[in-house]
């Protein structure tokens, strides 16, 4: 698998990501070894985690593979905190939070330290300055090598990265970890021209756009999928209507003319888009993983990511392409 440098970092990470949302919930251990053993066979290197996810039972179960593994300096793990679900308050960027969850991660993870350390949302709040100098003291410890923010607004993700690229010693934020794919582009309009120009990766989250650019929807709703859920339905509905049909479709014909699945030129197209260093594939299955590690032999003829782009293409006005953006 190609290697790509992780932001402005010193840092390298193969071009695809495994993310391990599902893990523990909905995949057991045994498939989770699986999916790790055939990502690391691809050539794979990023393992993306969260401290919420599954309430910290993936991390425990990332944790317990590297050890059995026995791959951790030869992987990049990378975690997030901030969230804190809950009816009170949803996220926390607070530093005594955010302490604290590095060091139970750390603790899940069986490691002294991670690589990429990722603040998961915004918390308005929290002030910018406090929850940034527990970055930094973060950095500085040792515990986490790298820095990195989640589902940031253009706005939020330049200032965050400017203030801390504004004194020396402070630890830069290299990458910007964000939702992206055929279906969701609008961070084409502010946050991918802020983060190439401030030298923030992306990170593509649910590059598969929530699994409908697999095409499974096309003819209907599988009453075993995410979108069948009664829980997860809504999170798959709101790409269910005709914008969504016309890219799936357009998307089905170009995986026919090259004889490779919609979920391989999905993850081909986002790959290579401007900023991108990975996208992160989480799959419930050893096979969903599989068909997504193909796309890594995929490369896209101009003619076919030009008709992709124009078919998905975001709106886009004033000011991100109004007349002041003119060349």
Not at 184 to 189: D, H, L, P, T, V
């Amino acid at each position: 698998m190609q290697q790509r440098p992780l932001g402005r970092s010193g840092i390298w990470i193969g071009r695809l990501g495994l993310g391990t949302m599902t893990w523990a919930n909905g995949t057991d251990e045994y498939e989770a070894r699986d999916q790790l053993a055939a990502f690391l066979d691809a050539g794979g290197t990023l393992l993306d985690t969260a401290d919420v996810y599954a309430e910290g039972s993936s991390e425990s179960m990332l944790g317990e593979l590297l050890a059995e593994f026995g791959i951790r300096e030869q992987v990049v793990i990378a975690t997030k905190a901030a969230s804190r679900p809950g009816p009170d308050r949803r996220f926390d960027a607070s530093r005594g939070h955010l302490l604290r969850t590095l060091e139970a991660s750390l603790t899940r993870l069986r490691t002294d330290y991670v690589d990429l350390w990722q603040l998961h949302a915004w918390d308005p709040m929290t002030p910018m300055e406090e929850t940034l100098a527990a970055v930094d003291d973060a950095v500085r410890s040792g515990k986490a090598r790298y820095a990195g923010i989640s589902n940031y607004a253009a706005w939020q993700a330049s200032r965050a990265a400017t203030w801390q690229r504004a004194v020396p010693g402070r630890a830069p934020l290299v990458t910007a970890q964000m939702e992206y794919s055929l279906l969701e582009r609008g961070i084409e309009r502010e946050l991918i021209p802020a983060a190439q120009s401030l030298g923030l990766g992306i990170l593509a989250w649910s590059p598969l756009g929530r699994g409908v650019l697999t095409g499974k929807y096309r003819h209907g709703v599988p009453s075993d999928s995410r979108g069948g859920a009664d829980e997860t339905s809504g999170w798959v509905q709101v790409y269910l209507n005709e914008r969504g049909r016309r890219i799936v479709d357009a998307l089905a014909t170009a995986a026919d003319g090259l004889d490779a699945s919609p979920a391989e030129v999905a993850l081909a197209w986002v790959r290579d888009r401007p900023g991108v260093v990975a996208p992160i594939v989480g799959a419930r299955t050893t096979n969903q993983l599989l068909a997504a590690l193909a796309s890594d032999g995929i490369d896209l003829p101009d003619e076919i990511t030009r008709a992709l782009d124009e078919v998905s293409a975001p709106a886009m006005g004033y000011p991100e392409a109004g007349w002041a953006q003119q060349r």
